[in-house]
């Protein structure tokens, strides 16, 4: 089923090559280069000075993150494309400025802690936490209007582009939102850095990380099993070593779908001793499923920054048009530049996988696979609530586990929305939530997200499959 690992990978990578449309012929790439191609999902401005006034503001800004930062990710997502680690990738569906505050932001940072500790427990391997946070104020959508008992608006975009209330003058895009993005952006990473600078993170102090809730959770006692576990390794290799293991601080890497390209190209920069662009909006920018056209105007962008690329793969990708994405955006297999998340469904993946990492294989290249087992699970209740059921999300992650396994290849990161919080808008899990119980705490304007036990759960059943492969 699966082609030789051991055949030579520089002769697939030139047989694999597709003639067309080589990076070359697109001309010299520049940040703004992007606008001559088809831009989809984008904001309709009205006032175009008022934009370029706001964009402007936002080029002479500071950058959000430091180039060194993100070569520090691209590293690490070397190492997990190799089995050597494990990216676990969660947050909201899409930020909002409202929940800009201290209790939600240490909440998701709490619960990523907490599923990243025992995942490192299960797994055995080390762990790179990356946010759908800091940046995460834009959103895709099917339709570029909204009707609502026969009054038609621009349909939400997300709080970086319009509001959320049925109001014109809350749905027109507007610019000075790039503003309050970029800022919240900025107070939210200043919050999480002095958090895991300032001992929030100490793994010899878990117990920091616990929610008030958490007590009452099913899994409390595997949990504290596991970090008690971790909690002795951790004072008997400091007793043999004879000083601290420097395990008081942990990174926390950002990541946003990069959607609104003038936006992206106002925070993308050079940086003094390094080659090229960076947008330094964020460490891991994610090309969206709706946005990944390899003819389009978000690929154009991302081919010539620097940063680590993930690109969203549905059940629609065809060898084709993922070899092409390869060539344009992973041209010179550097290592850690580009990872695949797939979200094909539950009960797809037999069907679906195998054929792109097959394709993959032929490039020659080295990729991550990561797994988001959300958006490809979307349902409506009987009386039209958006939910997930928590089956289908584990049974996806399990799927990718095995066909990943049997295939040869490496499934090396999760991508999950998550908060941190008590919600009530995924069905299922141990506590058996059903359709009833959604009204409890559904807040999600856009997608359902796993609550605290639900990701908790996910987390202690994932560590329980053991150790994680390493590639050659
Ligand atoms: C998302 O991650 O919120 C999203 C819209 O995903 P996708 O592009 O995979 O549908
Ligand atoms: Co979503």
Redesign the pocket.
């Known amino acids: 089923m699966t082609v030789s690992r051991t055949a030579d990978r520089a002769q697939r990578k030139a047989a694999a090559s597709t003639a067309t449309d080589p990076p070359a012929e697109r001309g010299t790439w520049q940040p703004r280069s992007w606008r001559s191609f088809e831009v989809a999902q984008q904001p309709t401005y009205p006032d175009r000075v008022a934009l370029e006034t706001v964009l402007r503001e936002l080029a002479a800004l500071p950058p959000l993150v430091t180039s060194w930062e993100v070569e520090t990710l691209k590293q690490e997502i070397d190492e997990a494309a190799r089995g050597e680690r494990f990216l676990l990738w969660g947050g909201d ?2 930020e909002t400025f409202v929940d800009c505050r201290s209790q939600t932001i240490t909440a998701k940072l709490k619960i990523l802690l907490q599923m990243s500790l025992v995942l490192v427990h299960g797994l055995r391997v080390r762990v790179t936490r990356v946010g ?1 946070f800091a940046g995460q104020y834009a ?2 959508r099917s339709s570029d209007l909204e009707t609502v008992d026969g009054r038609t608006l621009p349909s939400y975009r997300g709080d970086l582009v319009n509001g959320v209330e049925f109001e014109e003058s809350v749905r027109v895009p507007d610019p000075q939102r790039l503003l309050r993005g970029y800022e919240r952006s900025a107070l939210t990473l200043n919050f999480i850095r002095s958090l895991t600078e300032g001992g929030f993170a100490d793994l010899h102090h878990p117990e920091q990380w616990e929610l008030s809730f958490a007590d009452h959770s099913d899994h409390a006692e595997e949990y504290r099993r596991r970090v008690e576990e971790i909690r002795t390794s951790v004072t008997f290799v400091e007793m043999l070593a004879g000083h601290r293991q420097g395990l008081e601080r942990v990174e926390f890497f950002t990541s946003h ?1 990069a959607l609104v390209m003038p936006y992206e190209e106002a925070l993308t920069r050079t940086v003094p001793r390094r080659e090229g662009w960076y947008d330094l909006s964020t460490h891991l920018p ?1 090309i ?3 946005t990944a056209d390899p003819a389009g105007a978000h690929v154009e962008f991302f081919r010539g920054v620097r940063n680590p690329v993930a690109v ?1 793969i ?1 059940p629609a990708m065809t060898r084709d048009r993922l070899l092409r994405l390869l060539d344009l955006l992973h041209p010179c297999d550097e290592p850690g530049r580009l990872a695949l ?1 797939h ?1 094909l469904g539950a009960g797809r993946v037999e069907e679906l996988l195998p054929a792109l990492v097959e394709a993959v294989r032929e490039s020659g290249k080295r990729v991550l696979w990561v797994c ?1 087992p ?2 490809g699970n979307t349902q409506k209740t009987s009386r039209g609530l958006k939910t997930r059921r928590f089956e289908d999300i584990l049974g996806e992650v399990e799927d990718s586990f095995r066909v990943h396994a049997e295939l040869d290849s490496v499934l090396g990161g999760i ?1 999950f ?1 998550l908060t941190g919080e008590d919600v009530t808008e995924c069905v299922g899990g141990a506590r058996g939530l059903d359709e009833e119980g959604l009204d409890r705490a559904y807040r999600s304007f ?2 359902p997200r796993l609550n605290y036990e639900q990701a908790l759960e996910m987390a202690l059943l994932v560590a329980r499959r053991g150790p994680t492969k390493r590639v050659p």
């Open positions: 569906c899409a759908r959103k895709p779908e994610w969206g499923m709706r969203k549905g998340v979200r988001d959300m958006h991508h929305e856009v997608d």
